[in-house]
Nanobody
Framework: VQLQASGGGVVQAGGSLRLSCAAS????????MGWFRQGPGKEREFVAG????????YYADSVKGRFTISRDSAQNSVSPQMNSLKPEDAAVYYC??????????????????WGQGTLVTVSA
């Protein structure tokens, strides 16, 4: 399974960005998908995740109400829409995929596949 992330960039505080992550290869084995981020000198933290069907999503408290994650099962892609961005949202964002999961994990170690990361910069 390969994950290709895209959509990062520079945005002013209060602006919006939409990231995307496309899965290829044996993507049929993927269940939940998630996004994590890692700022300079910080640990990788959970941002949002979505179930295989797309019916269930879970968000970190820090992004709840501002980010919305969606999934296109036919395209094997997942996209978080990030609105009202704050300077503290600036980080490298990583998409991740789990195989065989029954719930949306918030711990990086629970995910089996990772994308290469895409940089989000938010200017004040």
């Amino acid at each position: 399974v390969q994950l290709q992330a895209s959509g990062g960039g520079v945005v002013q505080a209060g602006g919006s960005l939409r990231l995307s992550c496309a899965a290829s290869g044996r993507s049929f084995i993927i269940t939940t998908m998630g996004w994590f981020r890692q700022g300079p000198g910080k640990e990788r933290e959970f941002v949002a995740g979505i179930s295989r069907s797309g019916d269930s999503a879970y968000y970190a408290d820090s992004v709840k109400g501002r980010f919305t994650i969606s999934r296109d099962s036919a395209q094997n892609s997942v996209s978080p829409q990030m609105n009202s961005l704050k300077p503290e949202d600036a980080a490298v964002y990583y998409c991740a995929a789990d195989k065989g999961a029954r719930f949306i994990a918030t711990v990086p170690a629970r995910y089996d596949y990772w994308g290469q990361g895409t940089l989000v910069t938010v200017s004040a």
